[in-house]
């Protein structure tokens, strides 16, 4: 690898590098499998093994390269074909015994296998129907280029904005533009993150930190996961561009040890980096120095709040602290840090390259830019999008998502996490935002979005995710600590038949509390399921409350399945299956199930082909 000593060098490298690219795609075929960890968990280290064996077999000559994950997890593993410099052809849902027809037809006689094809890739991925309503930027490079590849993110343009920052602009040039685009934390504060940097380099300190959070704790949300996996540089970049801004000589990239191939390809990213360098002593020929390295958290939910990961980071334990100080004046091991979301920082080459102007061109008055979120739940188009702030949930759901699969019906749409709100039919007009999402009851979050049908109960939606914010609260503050478990202690009893409208009055009370009095952001933020669902789906918690009766049939000590004998055609398959032996009857006679036997496990109403088994 050449070492750049001076930021002259970098321009005709990406150039080279450029024309060594066009080249070599004239001149061969490129194939390309999507090997993030979704694509990974689906299979596709077996179907590039077989893709392999099938060119050397037939002798055929291809470049074989790896790329991150392009959002369309529903369809891994994804595998691009293209030959020459025509349009890349997506093959998705690929199995190991799909590989030779696809050889056979598409390389050996030039005929795409279109009942296979998702799409066609020209320059991006706007040919694809699941990216029509999205603007890709930030994920640009997710699924095209080669993660482990520094040469190729160069040759996309990568670490031209760091040359621009660090010879055409001061450090106060480079906050000024920050600020001007409205770049607001992608983590879910949306705090403005040029008056973060301003606010660290104005503090008195004579050492300065950067640190990135990629501490997605949130289930349901990979986008973060998927940004580290397939395009590392970019955020190493951007962390570059901010240590120049504020002053800062060492960086820190804190990403959970449940993400081992974030941690690698960052690993590997960090180290090309240094071998260019990019990182280390007078970058670029500049007099600045720089160094960042990767803390591999241990799962604790409760570090992604940004002072317990601060305290991670020291090796203390990962728990709040009170804000009486911000941590741009006091923040690792005492100074002035800026602390920012992966995403966030990933933002920052494009806004220096293009401009804070083209940056604030797309979203809202008050929330600008794009947005990367993860589909997840009851929706077709399970996997990650990247919209521009201001699209409305139902753009979102349905033309990006595919809708509700099956026969359910769009319920509710959490956003915002397992301390986000959920989102009832009747707002699907909502437009994404960071003030509309606090208005509604919920939050962006760090960008996870749930949706639920209609099979869905609210109140054990609720009861889950105080469930989970109860095992992730550190204990440090009473309020989060004895207030969850106390709601948590409510929900089940509503549950399970044996509340009260004095506990709905009580728990709606708790919920409040907990989120004034609680220390940090999880404390705060941990009732808004309770209270969203209390606001848009109360007489759901009546129902349980009051007829001892869950509508969707969900929570066992309040339902009954039992048999239709005008339906049951007397197969035995539920009896067969059940675990308790508590179906009987006569082999083409109706069927019926013993109540004291019964555990409601639902095994009867899965198995039954013939929509028999009810539930009342």
């Known amino acids: 690898m050449p070492e750049l000593k001076s930021v002259e060098e970098l321009e005709p490298l990406r150039d080279h590098l450029q024309r060594d690219l066009k080249v070599s795609a004239k001149s061969s075929t490129r194939i390309t499998v999507g090997m993030g960890t979704c694509g990974i968990s689906a299979g596709a280290r077996e179907v590039m093994r077989v893709i392999r064996e099938e060119l050397r077999e037939r002798d055929i000559e291809a470049r074989m390269s790896t790329v991150g994950c392009m959002g369309m997890c529903s369809r891994e593993p994804l595998v691009d074909i293209q030959q020459g410099d025509g349009p890349r052809v997506a093959y998705g849902n690929v199995k190991p015994d799909m590989v030779p027809r696809i050889i ?75 600020k001007a685009s409205g770049l607001r934390g992608r983590g879910g504060a949306g705090f403005p993150t040029g008056r973060k940097w301003e606010s660290t380099l104005e503090a008195e300190g004579d050492v300065r930190y950067v640190v990135a959070n990629g501490d997605e704790g949130d289930p349901g949300a990979f986008m973060n996961r998927s940004l580290m996996e397939g395009d590392p540089h970019a955020i190493i970049e951007g962390m570059i ?90 923040g690792l091991w005492d100074q002035p840090t800026a602390l920012n979301n992966v995403e966030t920082w990933a933002n920052v080459p494009l806004i220096i390259n293009n401009g804070a102007e083209w940056f604030a061109s797309s979203g809202t008055e008050d929330s600008k830019g794009t947005k990367t979120f993860c589909l997840a739940g009851q929706i077709t188009n399970t996997g990650y999008v990247e919209v521009p702030m201001g699209i409305t949930l139902r753009e979102i759901v349905y033309d990006i998502g595919g809708g509700v699969p099956g026969d359910g019906a769009f319920k509710a749409i959490q956003t915002g996490g397992p301390s986000g709100g959920c989102i009832p039919a009747d707002k699907l007009d909502l437009a994404v935002d960071y003030d509309s999402l606090l208005e509604a009851g919920s ?15 609210m ?42 409208m004095a506990d709905l009055d009580l728990l709606e009370e708790l919920a409040k509390t907990v989120q004034n009095a609680s220390l940090c952001g999880l404390g705060k933020s941990a009732p808004n399921p309770v209270l969203s669902t209390l606001r848009y789906f ?79």
């Open 459 to 500: 109140v054990d939606v609720a009861r889950y995710f105080v469930d989970f914010l109860k095992d992730e609260s550190c204990g440090k503050c009473s309020p989060c600590r004895e207030g969850i478990r106390r709601m948590l202690k409510i929900l089940t009893r509503i549950t399970e038949g044996d509340a009260d």
């Open 538 to 616: 109360r007489d759901e918690y009546e129902a349980h409350i009051k007829d001892k009766t869950c509508p969707a049939g969900v929570c066992r000590a309040l339902i009954e399945y039992y048999i239709h004998p005008e339906a049951c055609t007397g197969c035995g398959l539920c009896s067969r299956d059940c675990p308790q032996d508590a179906i009987s009857g006569e082999r083409k006679e109706p069927h019926a199930i013993d109540q004291e036997l019964c555990i409601k496990c639902g095994i009867c109403h899965d198995v039954c082909r013939f929509d028999a088994v009810g539930v009342r």
């Open 241 to 330: 561009i901010g240590a120049y801004a504020i002053g800062a000589n060492e960086g820190f990239i804190y990403v959970r040890d449940e993400y081992p191939l974030a941690v690698k390809n960052l690993s590997l990213a960090l180290e090309q980096a240094r071998e260019y360098g990019l990182l280390g002593e007078n970058i670029l020929g500049v007099p600045f120095d720089l160094d960042i390295r990767i803390v591999r958290g241990a799962g604790a939910f409760v570090c992604g709040e940004s002072s317990a990961l601060m305290q991670s980071i020291e090796g203390k334990v990962g728990e709040p602290r009170p804000k009486h100080y911000h941590a741009t004046e006091r």
């Open 443 to 457: 939050m962006m979050g760090s960008g996870g979005m749930i949706v639920m049908d209609n099979h869905t109960c």
């Open 104 to 178: 056979e037809e598409h390389l050996m006689n030039g005929q795409v296998v279109d009942d296979w094809v998702v799409g066609r890739v020209t320059t991006r991925c706007e040919d694809i129907p699941f990216y029509d309503k999205q603007q890709r930027q930030v994920m640009r490079n997710c699924g095209m280029i080669d993660p482990e590849s520094i040469e190729e993110y160069i040759a996309s343009g990568g670490y031209q904005a760091l040359a621009k920052a660090l010879t055409t602009m001061t450090p106060r040039e480079i906050i000024s533009e920050i």
